[in-house]
């Protein structure tokens, strides 16, 4: 049972875009900052969004992120098949100071 | 070029001990909190540990807290992971990761190596 709470999957056509959520707590998402990664099997995770909505360089603008209270968000628009993958959260909680992950979300481009 | 490589993974049998170096080369290691970060065969995602920049500041996962230790050595450009008592679900692949920060209480790892596996089994 993950500290953050993601959708198991998500799915949308090539050009669509996709919304991905990460439900926390006052103690994690409201009051610390929120990162996004993007993880294909067997490579290294990707830092997509850092500090709830800032982009490193390389990153293109289809991928944005937003927070709200104790949830944040993923958006990601023009979908193409090489975004398919796995999508986590990420982000500090202060009353276990430990580091925590969302479950993962799959996305499926079809 | 920021480049992490983990190296140390292998077969333990449980109860046994393993230790993760992860070599960091194209930045200054003592300007970046580091992280360790796991993930088991089918699961998702699990920080571990982080350690600041300076190595005085440590947090620990509850599932290896006791268990295991994150160092540094800043002139050797390493970072470790002294892995004790190994239990079956420690099973997984481990990531060292760099936090632009050199404080930890954040979870923002902007590089990543490519992982070293880790198996406990008798």
């Known amino acids: 049972q993950s500290v953050l709470t993601q959708p198991p999957s998500v799915s949308a056509a090539p050009g669509q875009k996709v919304t991905i959520s990460c439900s926390g707590s006052?103690?994690?998402?409201?009051?610390?900052?929120v990162s996004w990664y993007q993880h294909l099997p067997g490579t290294a995770p990707k830092l997509l969004i850092y500090?709830?909505?800032k982009r490193p360089s390389g990153i293109p603008d289809r991928f944005s992120g937003s927070k709200s209270g104790t949830s944040a968000t993923l958006d990601i628009t023009g979908l193409q098949t090489g975004d398919e993958a796995d999508y986590y959260c990420?982000?500090?909680?202060?009353?276990?100071?430990?580091?925590?992950f969302g479950g993962g979300t799959k996305l499926t481009v079809l | 070029e920021v480049q992490l490589l983990e190296s140390g993974g292998g077969l333990v049998q449980p109860g046994g001990s393993l230790r993760l170096s992860c070599a960091a080369s194209?930045?200054?290691?003592?300007?970046?909190?580091m992280t360790w970060v796991r993930q088991a065969p089918g699961k998702g995602l699990e920080w571990v540990s982080s350690?600041?920049?300076?190595?005085?500041?440590?947090y620990y996962a509850d599932s290896v807290k006791g268990r295991f230790t994150i160092s540094r050595d800043n002139p050797k450009n390493t970072l470790y992971l002294q892995m004790s008592r190994l239990r079956a679900e420690d099973t997984a692949v481990y990531y060292c990761?760099?936090?632009?920060?050199?404080?930890?209480?954040?979870?923002?790892?902007?590089?990543w190596g490519q992982g070293t596996l880790v198996t406990v089994s008798s």
């Open positions: 990420g982000t500090w909680d202060s009353s276990l100071s430990a580091g925590v």
């Open positions: 006052n103690s994690n998402i409201r009051n610390n900052y």
């Open positions: 990761g760099r936090d632009p920060r050199t404080l930890t209480g954040y979870l923002n790892i902007d590089s």
């Open positions: 194209g930045f200054t290691l003592s300007s970046h909190a």
């Open positions: 350690i600041s920049g300076g190595g005085g500041t440590r």
């Open positions: 500090d709830n909505n």
